[in-house]
Antibody, heavy 115, light 107 residues
Framework: VQLLESGGEWVQPGGSLRLSCGVS????????MTWARQAPGKGLEWVSG????????YYADSVKGRVTISRDSSKNTLYLEINSLRAEDTGLYYC?????????WGQGTLVIVSS | EIVMTQSPATLSVSPGEGATLSCRAS??????LVWYLQRPGQPLRRLVF???SRSADIPARFTGSGSGTEYTLTITSLQSEDFGIYYC?????????FGGGTKVEIK
């Protein structure tokens, strides 16, 4: 199982980003997926989950309305689009295999929101 | 949302000793609890799910227990690779939520 996040970068407050997570080694179309994040020096925060079909999505209150999770089974890729970025969105963003109790996690991609 | 509280925040343990980590939920989560270990430079590792089911390749020295709102992860005879930060997470209700973590450090 491999999960490789990308798309993280420095962005100004109010900006937008789309994070990607390329996966291999398991049947992506049959697996729910998760995004979580970790601010520098802080604990883990669950961000969003999506069902295997993509018809169910859930979000943390802290990002609801600003974040969209999606998936493309033809590309074996999970996405997280974040709008209206705030300083408190700064951190490492992880994708994970499974949508309630994920069993495999990526190494993360770093998002820095700063002017 | 369900609030998860872990204690203690830090635990100092000598290699070979045991450790007991606690996780409390703000409401009954009916054993919908998972434990993870985070170590620097390594992906998050799932240890236990459904409160007491050990994940594949997890040594028997890790034991999860509990019910309702109170859960425990017990580690017997800590090895060097067991030091790090432990997180619990509930999956009873959306949004899912993590506890604040317990850092297990070498004494």
């Amino acid at each position: 199982v491999q999960l490789l996040e990308s798309g993280g970068e420095w962005v100004q407050p109010g900006g937008s980003l789309r994070l990607s997570c390329g996966v291999s080694g398991f049947p992506f179309r049959d697996t729910g997926m998760t995004w979580a994040r970790q601010a520098p020096g802080k604990g883990l925060e669950w961000v969003s989950g999506i069902s295997k079909s993509g018809d169910e999505t859930y979000y943390a209150d802290s990002v609801k309305g600003r974040v969209t999770i999606s998936r493309d089974s033809s590309k074996n890729t999970l996405y997280l689009e974040i709008n209206s970025l705030r300083a408190e969105d700064t951190g490492l963003y992880y994708c994970a295999k499974g949508w309630k109790y994920p069993d495999s996690w990526g190494q993360g991609t770093l998002v820095i929101v700063s002017s | 949302e369900i609030v998860m509280t872990q204690s203690p925040a830090t635990l100092s343990v000598s290699p070979g000793e045991g450790a007991t980590l606690s996780c409390r939920a703000s409401q009954n989560i009916a054993s919908n609890l998972v434990w993870y270990l985070q170590r620097p430079g390594q992906p998050l590792r799932r240890l236990v799910f459904h409160a007491s089911s050990r994940s594949a390749d997890i040594p028997a020295r890790f034991t999860g227990s509990g019910s309702g709102t109170e859960y425990t992860l017990t580690i017997t005879s800590l090895q060097s690779e067991d030091f790090g930060i432990y997180y619990c997470q509930q999956y009873k209700d959306w949004p899912l939520t993590f506890g604040g973590g317990t850092k297990v450090e070498i004494k």
